[in-house]
């Protein structure tokens, strides 16, 4: 017996699209290695340039993320979150456009350099100056 | 060169950097709020597909070696300055879950284990975790409306810190309470990576 409140609505039904499916089915990309969940994508092309829409292997999703990171950077992490994607999804899509020169990555400080004094100190000034 | 503003996103000057914390502790101590203190977004929460190679149990041999398990991950941003980024990860509450954070923790800069006295046990596999990876952390005791305030000293012997480890108490509704703790961590990484650049004279 299927009651009312069994059946799935809206966003509770999922999305209509599968995710994969915007990757067209890949779960990796070639310089996916690379990009870290809190690696910070920026959008090469200005506000108002259509480089990026004249790019007719771009899926809506594409352009959503270069849209995105045209106001600012934004972590992989954010960009997963925002568009209501799974991370595995972001990294393909985002190494889709740092191959066509969309966007550029800045990744995160490798863990072997991370107690920088500098960084931590200006770190602290931020948090305190909240 | 100097270039007049525009509205027009001028290249920033230097390579923005982000830098991540993470928060853990048992499931319902307060890891989502204290994030949500201090994030200048909602907290938000995305899905990860996080390897189980650092998973400590016996695999029976042959079994395919890698495996990949999603996780839901709620996370925060602070913008600290034109050019550096704090994001605040909270790790998911259920212990068993803990081996599948190695890739989080990787890179992280320091960690708040979040306690409540009433739990304590709660938050030994975090403790654990990060003193075992030599991740700087500190220890935050969430006084919940009710649960008898503990003197940190108290909570330092019942979990076996390190004399280094700081144990601070805090109230991880509050904005400026979740920022000392904040601040008390990377204090700590700082202080942490001092000593580990000095080693001691043998």
């Given at each position: 017996?299927?009651?009312?409140?069994d059946?799935?609505?809206d966003?509770?039904?999922?999305?209509?699209?599968?995710?994969?499916?915007?990757?067209?089915?890949?779960t990796?990309?070639a310089?996916?290695?690379?990009?870290?969940?809190?690696?910070?994508?920026?959008?090469?092309?200005?506000?108002?340039?259509?480089a990026?829409?004249d790019d007719?292997?771009?899926s809506?999703?594409?352009?959503?993320?270069?849209?995105?990171?045209q106001?600012?950077?934004l972590?992989?992490?954010?960009?997963?979150?925002?568009?209501?994607?799974p991370v595995g999804?972001v990294r393909?899509?985002?190494?889709?456009?740092l191959?066509g020169?969309h966007?550029?990555?800045?990744?995160?400080?490798p863990?072997a350099?991370l107690?920088?004094?500098s960084?931590?100190r200006?770190?602290?000034?931020?948090?305190?100056?909240? | 060169?100097a270039?007049?503003?525009?509205d027009?996103?001028?290249?920033p000057?230097?390579?923005?950097?982000?830098l991540k914390?993470?928060v853990a502790g048992?499931?319902?101590?307060?890891?989502?709020?204290?994030?949500?203190a201090?994030s200048?977004?909602?907290?938000?929460?995305?899905?990860?597909?996080?390897?189980e190679?650092?998973?400590?149990?016996?695999d029976?041999?042959?079994?395919?070696?890698?495996?990949?398990?999603?996780?839901?991950?709620?996370?925060?941003?602070i913008?600290?300055?034109?050019?550096?980024?704090?994001y605040l990860?909270?790790?998911p509450?259920?212990?068993?879950?803990?081996?599948?954070?190695d890739?989080?923790a990787?890179g992280?800069?320091?960690a708040?284990?979040?306690?409540?006295?009433?739990?304590l046990?709660?938050?030994?596999?975090?403790?654990?975790y990060?003193e075992?990876r030599?991740?700087?952390?500190?220890?935050?005791?969430?006084?919940f409306?009710?649960a008898r305030?503990?003197?940190p000293?108290n909570?330092?012997?019942?979990?076996?810190l390190?004399?280094?480890?700081?144990?601070v108490?805090?109230?991880?509704?509050?904005r400026?309470?979740?920022?000392?703790?904040?601040?008390a961590?990377?204090e700590?990484?700082?202080k942490?990576?001092?000593?580990r650049?000095?080693?001691?004279?043998?």
């Open positions: 017996m299927t009651s009312e409140s059946r799935w609505y966003d509770a039904a999922g999305p209509v699209v599968r995710p994969y499916a915007m990757t067209r089915g890949r990796s990309h310089a996916d290695a690379k990009i870290d969940l809190i690696a910070l994508v920026v959008t090469r092309h200005e506000i108002g340039d259509d990026a829409l007719h292997s771009l809506p999703e594409h352009l959503d993320i270069v849209e995105r990171c106001l600012q950077a972590s992989v992490a954010e960009l997963a979150a925002d568009l209501d994607l999804v393909v899509l985002v190494g889709d456009l191959e020169s966007v550029q990555i800045h990744k995160p400080v863990p350099e107690p920088d004094e960084i931590l200006e770190v602290i000034a931020g948090l305190r100056a909240l | 060169m270039f007049a503003r525009s027009r996103r001028t290249p000057a230097a390579e923005p950097v982000a914390l993470l048992g499931f319902g101590v307060g890891k989502t709020t204290l994030v949500g201090v200048e977004i909602r907290p938000l929460r995305t899905e990860e597909a996080l390897s190679l650092g998973r400590p149990v016996d029976t041999e042959g079994v395919e070696s890698k495996r990949t398990t999603t996780v839901a991950m709620d996370f925060g941003r913008t600290l300055n034109e050019n550096l980024v704090l990860f909270g790790t509450g259920q212990d068993r879950f803990w081996f599948l954070w890739e989080l990787q992280a800069l320091g708040v284990v979040l306690a409540d006295t009433r739990r046990e709660d938050c030994f596999a975090a403790v654990d990060f075992r030599g991740i700087p952390f500190t220890v935050a005791v969430n006084c409306d009710g305030v503990h003197d000293e909570v330092r012997d019942a979990l076996d390190d004399e280094g480890v700081p144990v108490l805090c109230d991880a509704r509050d400026d309470s979740a920022k000392t703790v904040l601040i961590v990377v700590h990484a700082a942490v990576a001092e000593d650049r000095q080693p001691a004279a043998t």
